[in-house]
């Protein structure tokens, strides 16, 4: 949570953080603004002590909406090194270590975080270790184990209520889809509208881009994948392709809250008008995992074992997994889940090799799957969920389970 | 362009280079993937050979759609590195030595390309130097001057289409949300629709996004800004504020290919129904300052010239600019203009301070401003244009520069 920060920095030593703003969507940054919002520019937060902000002279109003104090980047200061060092990167990376003077740090270990151009960042730090050598810049090594990753991965109660929303939202998309899908028709194995145009995914995905609009979340990056598409779980589907019945289609929407923000994570496998006994057999055993899943889950639990049990149920059902043939593209080929916050995926992973452990407060999602390109097909079933502190797991997504979506013929 | 990136390497000193996708939108690694998409994996290209692709085996359809060859990064090898290291990131960093390794690298100097998380990256650095301590991972230091930067800075034929594409598509839904307006009508000084209800910014935001959609186009977060907030340049808007009648509105859209991919860039100022005498006045400066920078511009240019005639210009009109008061906030506080692709902020730069030189085949925005936040208005006008070989510079943006959209009352 946001109030564990400082306890955070002191685990791992940092006398400071500076999150660098470096004009794309950036979890760090937006989870410290509040309602503030900066494209470039630099967070810097001591040790026990309020952010302060370096920002853009363009940037101020949308900074202070943050609450911290607000200081202009681009003064004189920045323009007389530039000129000093006959350079702008040289520039830059001196100013940083005058800004860090100003906020009271004459050397210490600082903490880099952000997002943005990796080329940059490295050569900000050279440059940096050169100029400014009082101080320590460092990253972390701990995939998914970072500062903010272990902040992010209890929400307080306000990231609940916006997750939840954000879930509601998104379920309101499902419905929305699945009553324009089976306002078409079936005619010749295809699905046709009132406009008598046959449905192709390309249409179904605009659809649900404009419907998320009138929510307030935006797509990013639905897969809506059908057949041999939907056998390999990070597929998109061809715009192209008309919608045929009794294909498996994964439909798996993950959409944030509008210009970035937090996410929901579902997926859905539909089968228009009717299922093949092969697919519904398999939607059986996925439905089945998800359940075994779902019922073990609680706080405290090492969050590798609800995956070591749907490994053992799928096994058990003859299907390879990852654990018997590592990089298999058939049968159980990713992990179960992961957390969800402003990232898509964070902390805790849920594969059999994570090292986390589950907690009260985790947003997580559940999505077992069986994949078979070769054979025409795939089926994922997901929902996203709140680990309650009281043990419960509380579903953020509600729509329906069904396989089968009714078409009818004309 | 891309067939420079071989003499980029060279000039770099650079045995390969490694593009890291890291889930987030990756310019470099977009660039290089022709209609292949992966979401997390590596790019490594070794200087004269075509590239190899390790991604996820949930990846490999999308992969292979590079026509590159793809490579499975989630194999036993990795499984073993993490299980020999009993540690994920010190796994993973020997996996990426095994990679370089297995590309035919025995060591070498090698550049770090790609975006992301920058704690993740910093820390995968500091665990190569330590595993891996053969190769030499370097970052670039020369901000907007990176491999990638130069190359992108000069557009191919078949980027030149995209972002022409791009821009007729922009300026159609600036068309359709002019149109949109006028079919307002004024009432005490609001707009008011056919329903009866009053115009918002975020009802025209919510238009202008849909809109955009439909022609295959995202919004990356337009500006819409009106009265005091139009006077400070990234100020977005004010979702619930009514749109006024006589207000200065800068409508900066800069939306790219849906998904990711090249940008366009362009802001009208609007006064619905009339201007005042004062914002008028500005806006015909702000015209001039514009025409002025437009009949200079030519290959072979320093890219700092044009900004300079223009301060000098806003100067000669009494305006405070970031050369004569740095960080200031009133008066013209920004740079000309930059380049854009598939970044929305790239080489070239314009300010006044920039060392770069303009050359056939920029694609550029040229965006005077002037802004008096205090006065309660901001103007801006900006197009972007391609600079050709032959010394023209073509308009990527074609739609009207009027400041007065008409307003019928009732």
Chains 1, 2 share one sequence.
Request: proline share 4%; glycine share 10%; net charge negative.
């Amino acid at each position: 949570m946001k109030s564990d920060i400082d306890a955070l920095m002191a685990k791992r030593n940092l006398d400071a953080i500076i999150i660098v703003a470096d004009e794309i969507y950036n979890p760090p940054l937006d989870y410290m603004m509040n309602d503030g919002h900066i494209t470039t520019g630099l967070m810097i937060k001591r040790h026990g002590a309020q952010p302060v902000l370096y920002v853009s002279s363009m940037e101020t109003e949308e900074a202070a909406r943050s609450g911290y104090e607000v200081r202009i980047y681009n003064d004189p200061g920045l323009i007389a090194l530039v000129q000093e060092h006959k350079d702008i990167s040289r520039g830059h990376a001196a100013w940083w270590g005058r800004i860090l003077a100003a906020c009271g740090l004459e050397g210490g270990r600082i903490g880099l975080y952000g997002a943005g151009d990796f080329s940059f960042i490295l050569g900000r730090v050279a440059l940096l270790k050169e100029l400014c050598p009082q101080y320590e810049f460092v990253g972390e090594t701990v995939l998914t184990g970072t500062l903010f990753d272990e902040a992010f991965a209890t929400k307080g109660p306000d990231e609940i209520e916006r997750l939840r929303s954000v879930a509601q939202r998104t379920d309101l998309v499902m419905q929305q889809t699945w009553d324009w899908l089976t306002s078409h028709h079936a005619e010749g194995g295809l699905l046709v509208g009132e406009d008598g145009h046959t449905l192709t995914i390309g249409k179904v995905k605009r659809f649900v881009r404009k419907a998320l609009l009138d929510v307030d979340l935006e797509d990013t990056a639905m897969i809506f994948a059908q057949g041999r598409d939907a056998g390999f779980p990070h597929s998109r589907g061809e715009d192209n392709d008309a919608l045929k019945l009794g294909q498996a289609i994964v439909f798996d929407l993950f959409p944030r809250e509008l210009g970035g923000g937090y996410f929901h994570d579902m997926t859905r496998t539909w089968s228009l008008g009717y299922a093949t006994p092969e697919v519904q057999a398999a939607y059986d055993e996925v439905m089945t995992a998800f359940d075994i899943a779902i019922e073990m889950i609680k706080p405290g639990m090492p969050a590798n074992q609800p995956q070591l049990a749907v490994l053992d149920y799928f096994e058990s059902r003859g299907h390879q997994t990852l654990r018997t043939h590592p990089g298999t593209q058939q049968g159980y080929v990713h992990s179960l889940g992961h957390g969800i916050g402003l990232n898509i995926h964070e902390a805790p992973g849920m594969s059999h090799l994570s090292t986390a452990t589950l907690a009260g407060g985790n947003a997580i999602t559940v999505e077992p799957g069986l994949y078979y390109p070769e054979k025409g097909f795939g089926v994922r079933i997901e929902d996203s969920c709140i680990i309650e502190s009281d043990g419960q797991v509380t579903p953020l997504t509600t729509f329906r389970k069904d396989l089968v979506v009714p078409i009818e013929s004309r």
